[in-house]
């Protein structure tokens, strides 16, 4: 058991004091962790918003994204073991202290930085946010951390890392032991997953990467993406494998014409168009449109795209088939936005499917009799998922599943529910380094 250290209002020994000496980069860390945790920002955002990471070497700004990468993954159990050396709670006004802690927390515990760097950057960084009085407490709190707890976070509960209401959401629909490996999973650092237009062969030579079952190809991420062989002339993108598959289940798509809805940044737009199919890809936000539509013209790909709300938006004429990939809680992302468990909620969750419900019925208006719908998440969450396609057949006579195949989707029949829909989660391809979670029913309209 660690001991508690008493929060004090005396100062550090004065021959550290003067002017502090800040590391950069556990600054930017640190601003960074408040715009998620106190701000609700999301973390893509907030690097992009912050004007201290242009300024970093790519050495450190790699450094203060691992940071506070890592700082969220294992949030829950840097909390506890912190908490665990406090005689006392941080008072609300030393929020700053708290986040500073985290930072340094991870630092030593997880990446295992040396403890001279870690604790006195953190102390240094609480005295430069105003919070003097509690730099010894810092002091102690993280050299008893380091002394007794490099060990210990290792044997907590991968769960306990979540925040409560995505674990036990969770442990109800997939059991203890299937949520407890699947948070251990989603601590892992993700790897680069890439679809490719033509000759998967050639360019898992040309990257480095192995081709996986499912047809994507997979490598490490190493250095800037827009760098590797094949970027540049548009022969490939970055799309996890788990989001390459819902496009499978449209089967042979040449010549059909396909909407596909809520559809930016647009890798399965890509997919469809890379098909020859006649693509209509509509979202509501033009900023993300105008991203698409560069994204697609980088891979010489034509597609119609629509800024519009995909829940009003209509075609001119019924098409042959839709894919709805419906805005949701994206908890099955959360190894790559390990700040997603910490900006969403239960509530959000229970508003997201209320919104998928209107989507459904919106996208089979669309498609012509014996039209398919392809519904898809990438969400863990079954409210997000089966429970929706459950709601749709209840008010709706019209429509009937068609089952997924194994042979659809490089013969994986384990991401293959009991009533034939797609169901991947983060524990699956752990050998090959995981997979996202994603949900994914196909629809044909009677």
């Known amino acids: 058991m660690l001991k508690p250290a008493a929060m004090t209002d005396e100062t550090s020994d004065p021959q550290s004091a003067g002017d502090p000496k800040i590391s950069a980069a556990r600054s930017v860390a640190f601003d960074l962790l408040r715009a998620v945790l106190a701000k609700k920002t999301p973390l893509d955002e907030a690097l992009v918003a912050h004007d201290g990471m242009g300024w970093l070497p790519d050495r450190d700004r790699g450094f203060a994204r691992t940071l506070v990468a890592s700082t969220l993954r294992r949030l829950g159990h840097v909390d506890r073991l ?10 609300l006004k030393a929020s700053a202290v708290r986040d500073v802690l985290r930072i340094a927390a991870t630092e030593l515990l997880v990446l295992k930085v040396a403890p001279h760097a870690a604790v006195d950057s953190a102390v240094n960084l609480v005295r430069s946010r105003g919070h003097e009085k509690f730099a010894k407490l810092t002091n102690a709190v993280l050299r008893r951390l380091d002394r007794e707890a490099r060990e210990t976070i290792d044997t907590l509960p991968a769960l306990d890392a979540l925040p409560d209401w995505l674990a036990e959401s969770w442990r109800e629909t997939y059991g203890a032991e299937t ?27 040309a ?21 590797l062989p094949g970027f540049a002339e548009g022969a490939w993108w970055v799309q996890d494998a ?5 496009v499978r289940l449209l089967g042979d798509v040449a010549g059909r014409t396909v909407v596909d809805l809520c559809a ?6 890509a997919q469809l168009a890379a098909g020859a199919a006649h693509v209509i890809a509509v979202d509501r936000a033009a900023k993300r449109v105008k991203r698409m539509q560069e994204n697609l013209s980088r891979l010489q790909l034509a597609a119609t795209c629509v800024t519009a709300d995909a829940a009003k938006w209509k075609p001119p004429v019924p098409v042959d088939a839709v894919l709805l990939d419906a805005p949701c809680s994206a908890t099955g992302t959360v190894r790559r936005h390990p700040d997603i468990p910490w900006l969403k909620g239960a509530g959000d969750v229970a508003k997201l ?22 519904f898809c998440t990438c969400s863990l969450e079954s409210a997000e998922g089966a429970e929706r396609i459950e709601a749709l057949m209840a008010r709706n006579a019209t429509v009937q599943r068609l089952p997924v195949t194994a042979e659809e989707i490089g013969g994986l029949s384990e991401l293959i529910t009991a009533e034939g829909d797609l169901r991947t989660r983060p524990d699956h391809l752990s050998e090959a380094g995981g997979i996202d979670g994603f949900y994914a029913c196909r629809l044909v309209r009677s």
């Open 179 to 205: 949520a407890e490996a699947m948070a251990a999973a989603v601590q892992r650092e993700p790897v680069l997953d890439i679809t490719v237009k033509t000759d998967p062969e050639h360019w898992a030579e």
């Open 353 to 374: 499917a209320m919104l998928q419900d209107r989507l459904l019925d919106t996208a089979l208006s669309m498609v012509k009799p014996g039209g398919t719908v392809v």
């Open 264 to 269: 930016a940044p647009g890798g399965k737009t």
């Open 207 to 227: 990257l480095g990467a192995e081709i996986l079952p499912t047809g994507s190809l997979r490598r490490p991420i190493e250095g800037r993406v827009d760098a």
């Open 82 to 91: 912190i908490d665990t050396c406090l005689a006392q709670p941080l008072p």
């Open 242 to 246: 788990a989001a390459a598959l819902p």
